[in-house]
Every structure is written in structure tokens, then in C-alpha cells.
Nanobody, 122 residues
Framework: VQLVESGGGSVQPGGSLRLSCQAS????????MGWFRQRPGKEREGVAA???????NYAAFAEGRFTISKDSANKIMYLQMNTLKSEDTAIYYC??????????????????WGQGTQVTVS
């Protein structure tokens, strides 16, 4: 499975961005997918996840501001981010889990990763 993120960039506080993650390769058994981020000087943290059936999970900071979705037919996952804050500045990564359902935010549970896309809010 190969994952390519796009949609990052610079935006002012209060603005919005939509990230995309295009999957390719052996995606027949596409599993739970998620978005993580790594802020400067911080560890990678989970943002949002969507399982095989479309059930979503969000980190507390993302609830109400971020929306994860997917287009299974085209193997694309999205992260709509609204009301962005300076503390949302990070590299955002998409990932595919080893499981069909969300099992938690441990990065080790996600088998495939994209290269990341930079989001800067200032």
C-alpha cells in the first residue's frame, strides 16, 4: 500500500484546509485508516480515524473542528480541518492500520504511512 498526502499549506488562524490521502497498491483489504500529526518538538499523535465501515474516531482536540471521510471507490481519505489554530501547525500523516476496526492511537498499530504534508497556521 502506498499513501500520498496532499492539501497542506499555510493558512491564517480561523481558516480551513482539506487534506487528501490517495492510496494505491494492494488496497483490496483496505483497513482502518487514520490521520496523525507531529507538531514541532512533540511526539506523533492521532487526529482522526475511520474504520472499514465508516465509523469515525477523533482525538479530543479534533472533535467539532475536524472531519474525516473517505471515498472507498477511489481509495481517497480526507481530513477537513476548520477553525484552525496556531497549535494545529504540524506535519500531517495518513496511515493504514493493521486492523479493520479502530483499536487506538498507537502508531505501531498502523502498518503503512504516507510521507506527510505540512500544515502551518499563522
Amino acid at each position: 500500500v502506498q499513501l500520498v498526502e496532499s492539501g497542506g499549506g499555510s493558512v491564517q488562524p480561523g481558516g480551513s484546509l482539506r487534506l487528501s490521502c490517495q492510496a494505491s497498491g494492494n488496497t483490496q483489504s483496505l483497513r482502518c485508516m487514520g490521520w496523525f500529526r507531529q507538531r514541532p518538538g512533540k511526539e506523533r499523535e492521532g487526529v482522526a480515524a475511520i474504520d472499514k465501515n465508516g465509523k469515525t474516531n477523533y482525538a479530543a482536540f479534533a472533535e467539532g473542528r475536524f472531519t474525516i471521510s473517505k471515498d472507498s471507490a477511489n481509495k481517497i481519505m480526507y481530513l477537513q480541518m476548520n477553525t484552525l489554530k496556531s497549535e494545529d501547525t504540524a506535519i500531517y500523516y495518513c496511515a493504514v492500520a493493521s486492523t479493520f476496526y479502530f483499536m487506538g492511537w498507537a502508531p505501531g498499530d498502523f502498518a503503512y504511512w504516507g510521507q506527510g504534508t505540512q500544515v502551518t497556521v499563522s
